[in-house]
């Protein structure tokens, strides 16, 4: 992906998430110098399958398991220093050596305990089906300049005081909820300054250090988490994470300049998936559902939870296209529909005799749509072996190219199987 015209290689999902952003990132960053994640928190999770073993990386990018790449954690992220150190500890036990090349932005903002307690607590995230982590918390922290940084570690009674300030107010807000817990100052500072030498040991300003490394020639993959309509400004709101998700949300929460992306990958199933409740309008009804489900392993990397499924929706993916700026669309898991004898594809919604192929950003439009779809014959062959286009049926390589038709974006990828090798590169 990296070459000479292509330095700094944005990868984001152009979906509701969980498109499979790992598997392309690990593929991706072995040309790469650098990774950095911009946005999110450990709520997001990457699952990576290498030689049978499977990595899920919450927090740290997924570069990390290849040997000569450095990574870094971004100031747009919302950084959990606890489960921060205990997804370090286990990539050490699988054999990953991590010293020297992870590094995090000092001004990244922190996820408190006290944030967790009022992600599990507050009605609005049981509504939107938050995963519970405290990055929603975080980011509100953030945004109403209550926020606590890495760089704040440095200075021990500034440090206290932003938490006395920070655990008054979420206080205020448990009891709003009705909720019976309380943060507590002394076991919020103690956590802080036991984590604090080994965090600051990470940080530095990684927007310098990156653009630095930019100016003498690094490649850099800038890795998103979530998916475009989970975007905070562009996706279903209120049905959407607490960040920009989109490549806007790249450059500022990577500390880089606009001007600095050569090159947007917008990660797609060959279907579409969503976890947590919002608007899915091309959403599959039982029973397959549940087939498509079983097919694709459909269940949450972080939660556990079953995504809802659907057939592959273009007005999507086109949108996401458009508000990315995407130069090229990996497909994956085009495996999973190897068995099924008819592929749908919707190409617009229709409402009141009225057709959409524009997404719309109103949620009561978005509920009453019905999806329009063109019918493509499925393969009902393996595809798994694949590695050249050629190698793919004819029916997958027309349903393919129809997606890049209606996508209005290139194919550059295609991935047919968890493991590294399962790739074709076009
Ligand atoms: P991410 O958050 O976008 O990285 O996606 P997840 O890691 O949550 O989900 C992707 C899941 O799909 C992981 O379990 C991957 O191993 C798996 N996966 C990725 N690409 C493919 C593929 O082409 N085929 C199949 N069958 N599984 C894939």
């Known amino acids: 992906m990296f070459d000479q015209h292509i330095r700094t290689l944005v990868v984001v999902g152009a979906q509701w998430g969980d498109e499979g952003k790992g598997k392309l990132v690990d593929v991706i960053a072995e040309g790469a110098d ?14 990576v399958a290498i030689g049978g073993r499977s990595f899920v990386l919450h927090q740290i990018p997924s570069g990390i398991l290849h040997p000569g790449v450095r990574c870094a954690i971004g100031n ?6 606890d489960t921060l150190f205990e997804e370090i500890e286990e ?10 090349r992870l590094y995090v932005s000092d001004r990244a903002h922190l996820v408190m305990p006290y944030h967790k307690l009022l992600d599990g607590e507050s009605a609005a995230s049981k509504q939107i089906g938050t995963t519970g982590r405290g990055i929603g918390p975080a980011y509100e922290d953030k945004v109403a300049r209550r926020g606590v940084r890495v760089l704040d570690l440095r200075h021990p009674e500034r440090l206290r005081s932003l938490v006395e300030s920070g655990i008054a107010h979420a206080n205020t807000q448990l009891a ?23 965090l600051l ?4 300003d990684i927007g310098l250090v990156v653009s630095r490394a930019r100016k003498s020639g690094a490649a850099v993959l800038l890795e998103g988490a979530q998916g475009s309509l989970l975007d905070v400004d562009h996706g279903t709101y209120p049905f959407v994470t607490s960040s920009n998700t989109t490549s806007g949300g790249a450059v500022t929460g990577a500390g880089l ?9 917008g990660v797609v199933k060959a279907y579409t998936t969503r976890v947590g409740n919002g608007p899915l309008p091309t959403e599959l009804d039982e029973p397959l ?7 694709g392993n459909e269940y949450g990397a972080t939660t556990g939870r079953p995504r809802r499924c659907g057939w592959f929706d273009a007005v999507v993916v086109r949108y996401a296209s458009r ?10 898991k085009l495996d999973v529909l190897d068995t099924l004898d008819r592929l749908g594809l919707c190409t617009g919604y229709e409402l009141d005799g009225e057709t959409f192929t524009e997404f719309p950003g109103d949620l009561v439009t978005l509920d009453a749509v019905k999806p329009r779809y063109e019918w493509m014959e499925g393969w009902q062959k393996p595809t798994t072996e694949a590695r050249r286009m050629e190698d793919l049926p004819s029916q997958a390589r027309r349903y393919l190219d129809r997606i890049q038709e209606l996508a209005e974006t290139r194919i550059a990828y295609i991935s047919v199987g968890t493991r590294r090798d399962q790739i074709i590169g076009l």
């Open 257 to 265: 300049a606009p001007t600095s992306i050569d090159a947007v990958l």
């Open 91 to 100: 990539l050490i036990a699988d054999g990953v050596d991590v010293s020297g």
């Open 289 to 295: 559902a549940s087939e498509v489900r079983r097919l």
């Open 34 to 47: 650098w990774v950095v994640r911009y946005q999110g928190g450990a709520n997001a999770g990457h699952t």
């Open 201 to 204: 040991e990470l940080a530095d």
């Open 76 to 81: 747009g992220v919302v950084l959990d220093p």
């Open 323 to 332: 508000i990315n700026g995407l130069t090229g669309l990996a497909v994956t």
């Open 176 to 198: 709003a909820f009705g909720s019976s817990q309380r943060a507590d100052v002394e076991s919020t500072v103690d956590l802080l300054e036991r984590l604090a030498p080994r």
